[in-house]
């Protein structure tokens, strides 16, 4: 199976930041979008990010534009999410995920815990 | 509150078929492409249908997909046990230019 790694999570202050990073060797990264997505305790999932193959295009939930940064290095097969103004309510666990096809998310990190108390 | 509308919870016995709604509106799925997911506690979600009626390779016949203007749907027939999860719908929307997810379903094996 296709693994995505993603890290970074953990606990911040409000206020703070992290940045996330998800790798993926092994994908054909360069011709596919990514998107990271947040499930917070107890809710449903929500979409957070997308990044475009090559970077170019970005878009953001309302709930975190202008406070979270997507970027990508395709020489690196990777994918980062940078987080600052911390809030309490972006408490979730946040996953990783890579688009094969333009309207899905179809292959999933493991997901990584972040906590903001 | 989210964009996108689903039933809470659904359910049915074993063999039966189940049928999920999803209804958005001319921005999102009026407009664009919906994909369904389904979700256990602890694990990734997992992507069941996409392009409206898709399945990636992988997942069983039982389990299909349509959509009729702003509305979509995930059926799921012969019901199993292991079917029990919760089951999420997306799609692209215009408007918010970002994708949208439905409120989810949970669906009960009874």
């Known amino acids: 199976d296709v693994q995505l790694v993603e890290s970074g999570g953990g606990l911040a202050q409000p206020g703070g930041s992290l940045r996330l990073s998800c790798v993926h060797p092994g994908l054909s990264f360069t011709n596919h979008d990514m998107n990271w997505v947040r499930q917070a305790p107890g809710k449903g999932l929500e979409w957070v990010s997308f990044?475009?193959?090559?970077?170019?295009?970005?878009y953001y939930a309302d709930s975190v534009k202008g406070r979270f940064t997507i970027s990508r290095d395709n020489g690196k097969f990777s994918l980062d999410l940078q987080m600052n103004g911390l809030r309490d309510e972006d408490t979730a666990v946040y996953y990783c995920v890579f688009s094969l096809h333009d309207d899905s998310f179809d292959i999933w990190g493991q997901g990584t815990m972040v906590t903001v108390s | 509150q989210s964009v996108l509308t689903q039933p809470a919870s659904a359910s049915g016995t074993p063999g039966q078929r189940v049928a999920i709604s999803c209804s958005g509106s001319?921005?999102?799925?009026?407009?664009?492409?919906v994909s369904w997911y389904v979700h256990l506690p602890g694990t990734a979600p997992k992507v069941l249908i996409y392009s409206d009626n898709r399945r990636p390779s992988g997942v069983p016949e039982r389990l299909s997909g349509s959509k009729s203007g702003t509305s979509a749907s995930l059926a799921i027939s012969g019901l199993q046990s292991d079917d029990e999860a919760d089951y999420y719908c997306?799609?692209?929307?215009?408007?918010?230019?970002?994708?949208?997810f439905g409120s989810g379903t949970k669906v009960t094996v009874l």
């Open positions: 997306a799609a692209w929307d215009d408007s918010l230019n970002g994708f949208v």
């Open positions: 001319n921005s999102n799925i009026g407009s664009n492409a």
């Open positions: 990044i475009s193959s090559s970077g170019t295009s970005v």
